[in-house]
């Protein structure tokens, strides 16, 4: 798997045991792949992921919409997108596998769209969820009741 894609947070406001995460994760992935795709962030988890692979020296596609492009960390390698849903979409399209750290609103926005995907046979890409203190578990046990 070449493209790794990470969804997570932007917020400054994080526990330092979700920090780390995030570093250990962008290093992981930066000695196993060549390329990293994420929603364009130098802030939060984003930026974490994204400096911590850049020591490893692989390539780094940002996806971002147009009303956060004052936050793009590298233009050369950005894309720029006129919404979240055409951001999302360009992600998928850009990666071959999805690692979820935590995150807000917008990282389940992604997640569900994966799964959405995955159920109506759209997509055959790998997705993974990091549980770190549990912090998906109210969301797999309610999956696991839906029909």
Partial sequence: MAKICVFCSASEDLPEDYLKLARE??????????????GGSNLGLMGEVSRAFAKHGGEITEIIPEIWSDIIVNKENAIITKDIQERLAKMITHSDGFIALPGGIG?????????????????????????????????????????
């Fill in 107 to 147: 990282t389940m926005h992604e997640i569900y769209t994966i799964l959405v995907e995955k159920q109506v046979s759209q997509l055959d890409k790998p997705l993974t969820l990091l549980n770190i203190g549990n912090l998906f578990e109210h969301h797999i046990n309610h999956l696991k009741k839906l029909t």
């Fill in 25 to 38: 994760m962008g290093t992981i992935i930066g000695q196993r792949a060549p390329y990293l795709v994420y």
